[in-house]
């Protein structure tokens, strides 16, 4: 058995044969997928600057798996260390709300207070008008930025926004 997976994944070649690389490319796939079971699958649904991170890591780690670049079993353990590393720094970001936590995670920034663009904090994160109104279609309003009582850039990089009360 062994033998038979050492020549099947080139696991000792210098060269790696087409059927090789594909071979590699359907392993490393489901450890992969097998290794995001084991951490966490929010990882790569929320696209947190946290998140975007690991995603390029891994992907970049597990490619050069693929393509024999790097050897086989020691690039399967370094893509497991990445996502246990995520795993480990979500937990302690979700212990400790500021500071290192915010740091890891991010934080939301105000664009809109009490109906009020925040013009510094906009032109900080690059949102212009133009993206509230965006936000507003996007979420079925009417493209009013008279109807915002807040809007918020998420740590995913979503604009939220919550209307004005309607008077009666």
Known sequence: ???????????????LTWWQMSLRAVGIFFAALLIIRV?????????????????????????????????????????????MLHKLLA????????????????RPKALVKDGQLQQKAMRESSITVNDLEEALRSEG???????????????????SIIL???KD
Do not use: C
């Open 1 to 15: 058995m062994g033998d038979y997976f050492n020549l099947a994944f080139g696991i000792h070649d210098q060269t």
């Open 39 to 83: 951490g966490n699958h929010r990882m790569f649904g929320k696209n947190s600057a946290f998140d975007i991170v690991l995603g390029v890591i891994y992907g970049s780690v597990l490619s050069r798996a693929i393509t024999g670049n790097s050897p086989f079993w020691p690039t399967l353990a370094a893509a497991f260390t990445l996502v």
């Open 91 to 106: 937990a302690f970001a979700f212990h400790t709300h500021f500071g290192v936590g915010a740091f890891i995670k991010g």
């Open 141 to 159: 309003y009417r493209p009013e930025l008279d109807n915002i009582a807040y809007a918020y850039l998420e740590r995913s990089g979503k604009i």
């Open 164 to 166: 004005k009360a309607e």
